[in-house]
């Protein structure tokens, strides 16, 4: 009989939490006990799997013992203090935060791109799962770099405010209808209103002029790809959207491609849904993508502005393929190649 794994989910209450919980159920993940973990503020509630009501425990450093595979997604401190923890007790942790996705002792994976770098866990105990923003263009972008390589990407986004969490989800609904009854809208989540508005700021600013989220974009991407001679600059933008981001790529690439060879790339390529058709008015949008696991591409084109130059706008559900399915797709990997043998 197939083994089955004690799994624990650290922020289990959360956005992305719950949906780990869900995709573990959806994807038939070989399960023998789920641990559920949150701050004491959460402890008590029960959350629902495979029929079962499990109590949410309190996380704390005896939180670990026995648990084969710790997936986190509680924010990036409680990740810098209990990965380590959980991963001194024998827990491979899988981490969605962007507390260790730079360190070189820790695998930074997408398993449509590079399944292989999760040998890489060994050394820390810890995985990282690339940030949300990321993961949707490099799962389109690594079949053309690996094609005709890539010399340099202009990227925008379009995120939604779900990636921020339940209490943006609550903004956004809240000043929409305060807005739509003539009432004053409250500001607490973000810095600006992000109701009927577009704000170019997600996350922190850095000394560089950039956000921390379009560094991440920059830095995730070639740590991926294994190659920092890709030049990127990247503008992330939230918009008043629930689930999904939407990214528009200019992509240079380093031998010519035409948008045809492009698209059927990625009509062949792993996790990808081209929705691609002019004269149907038929491209992406976040309100299809949403509850969907895949990564749509679409509005693929020639930038005639450049010699190899391709533009293309790529959604996908931030919450499902953007953080829980893409760590339970690691969890896959590390049950089914490492933690069977
Ligand atoms: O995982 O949308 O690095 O506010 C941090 C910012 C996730 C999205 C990460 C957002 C991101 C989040």
Known sequence: MAKLFNVAVAGATGAVGSR??????????????????????????????????????????????????????????????????????????????????????????????????????TKKGIIANPNCSTIQMVVALAPIYRKVGIKRVVVSTYQAVSGTGKKAIDELYNQTKAILNFLEPEMKVYPHRIAFNCLPQIDVFLDNGYTKEEMKMVEETQKILEDDSIGITATTIRVPVFFSHSESVNVETRQPISPEEVRTLLENAPGVIVVDDPSKNLYPMAIDAAGRDETFVGRIRADESVPNGINMWVVSDNIRKGAATNAVQIAEIVARDYLSK
Request: charged share 25%; with cysteine.
């Open 20 to 121: 780990m919980i869900a995709c573990l159920e959806e994807r038939g993940f070989p399960v023998k006990n789920l641990k559920l973990l949150a701050t004491s503020k959460s402890a008590g509630r029960k959350l629902r799997f495979k029929g079962e009501e499990i109590p949410v425990e309190e996380l704390t450093e005896n939180s670990f013992g026995g648990v084969d595979i710790g997936i986190f997604s509680a924010g990036g401190a409680t990740s810098q203090e209990f990965a380590p923890i959980a991963a001194k007790d024998g827990c491979v942790v899988i981490d969605n935060s962007a507390a260790w996705r730079m360190d070189p002792d820790v695998p930074l994976v997408i398993p449509e791109v590079n399944p292989d770098a999760v040998a890489g866990y």
